[in-house]
């Protein structure tokens, strides 16, 4: 047994895609038509109406994958993860969420039905309600990003839950502070009252520090490894959302403390560094490996960390940085501008029409 609104639509509007050889941006197809996910739910799952939703570059780096992602997603299929949308339908089990609410979230992984299709069916453990007062668009971006970023930084800062202040007198660094995963690192470890320092580029600087870096490092024109070195080692947490330079781990003895941790969320795609990821995570120091501890973060949903998250953006302790927002028909163009690598922040795209600040406390 489920909950349902009634009327339901039979078909959707989807951008679509069979292979994206020729890069995601130049094989989707706007479908009028498309498919609609199932509407026999299963336990702990949601069915949600997508308002909007935010890209993130493994929406473009599974389809790109060739034959792997043929095995991993069956096509048509439309790309995406995160969303801001309307309950639609619940699960008989379901005691958090109602029909009609407003959510925002992320679903569980690639799939057939990705937030560049109307509806999706999403986990409940990565659905919460949207806080009154809080734009639906800046609740879009913060799914992939916004959680990577918490469960690289608040489990190091105040491990025993979240309570602010808990990383006074910690020093962070933030490899790659104005994309989106940055963007809301540099916030969150901030809110905990970390003192931060990140790299960007020099046209990005002031961006971080409105956002509260405390300083900033301009990669373009300065070695990041030897900048840190420099300051001796005084930082308790590195977050690598950028995995250049590839020495960076190797390099954090110098800066990193001894009880540090390095974390690492992106990576070029090259064998090299592939290589050298599994060097450092695998290998004892004497045969190779760091002598810092090394995490790799695989995000996950947690309702917990979102609802947090939510009360955050509510109380405008944290806030999406926004590259540009594009309309449903416009989603090429997104993910083209996404690619490029000169998004500062996040980049949304509008799925359905409906009036915004409808957020449900």
């Avoid at 502070?177 to 470890?189: K, M, N, V, Y």
Wanted: glycine share 12%; charged share 20%; aromatic share 6%.
């Amino acid at each position: 047994m489920q909950n349902m609104e009634p009327g339901i639509r039979p078909s959707m509007r989807a951008w679509l895609y069979t292979s994206a050889n020729g890069g995601l941006e130049n094989s989707l197809e706007l479908s009028e038509t498309a498919a609609c996910p199932p509407k026999d739910l299963l336990k702990g799952q949601i069915l949600v109406e997508v308002l909007s939703m935010s890209l993130n570059p493994v929406d473009y780096k599974i389809p790109e994958m060739g034959p792997l992602s043929k095995a991993l997603i069956s096509t048509p299929a439309s790309p995406g993860l995160d969303y801001t949308g309307r309950v639609l339908a619940t699960d008989s089990t379901n005691d958090r969420l109602s029909i009609g609410q407003h959510v925002f979230g992320r679903i569980a992984g690639p799939t057939r039905f990705g937030t560049l299709g109307q509806i999706v069916q999403a986990p409940q453990s990565g659905c919460v309600p949207l806080p009154a007062g809080v734009d639906p668009d800046q609740a879009a971006a913060v799914g992939t990003a916004g959680l990577t970023a918490y469960q690289c930084i608040v489990p190091n800062l105040s491990p025993g839950g979240v309570v602010e202040g808990a990383g006074s007198g910690k020093r962070v660094f933030i490899n790659g502070g104005s994309g989106g995963t940055g963007t809301w690192g540099i916030q969150i470890a901030k809110v905990l009252g970390a003192h931060v320092t990140t790299s960007c580029s020099g046209a990005n600087a002031a961006l971080c520090k409105e956002l509260g870096a405390d300083e900033v490092i301009d990669y373009k024109s300065t070695d990041v490894a030897q900048a840190l070195a420099e300051k001796g080692m005084v930082f308790d947490l590195v977050v690598d959302n950028v995995g250049t330079p590839e020495d960076l781990y190797k390099a954090s003895e110098a800066f990193l403390r001894p009880e540090g941790k390095f974390v690492q969320v992106g990576a070029t795609p090259s064998m090299a560094s592939v290589k050298s990821m599994a060097t450092r995570a695998l290998l004892p120091s004497f045969m190779g490996g760091g002598k810092r501890k090394f995490q790799f973060v695989s995000m996950s949903n947690d309702y917990e960390q979102f609802a947090q998250m939510g009360r955050w953006l509510s109380e405008g302790k944290i806030k999406a940085v926004i590259d540009e927002v594009f309309d449903f028909e416009d989603a090429p163009r997104a993910i083209e501008k996404l690619k490029s690598g000169r998004a500062r922040g996040n980049i949304v795209v509008h799925v359905t029409p409906e009036k915004k600040g409808k957020g449900v406390a």
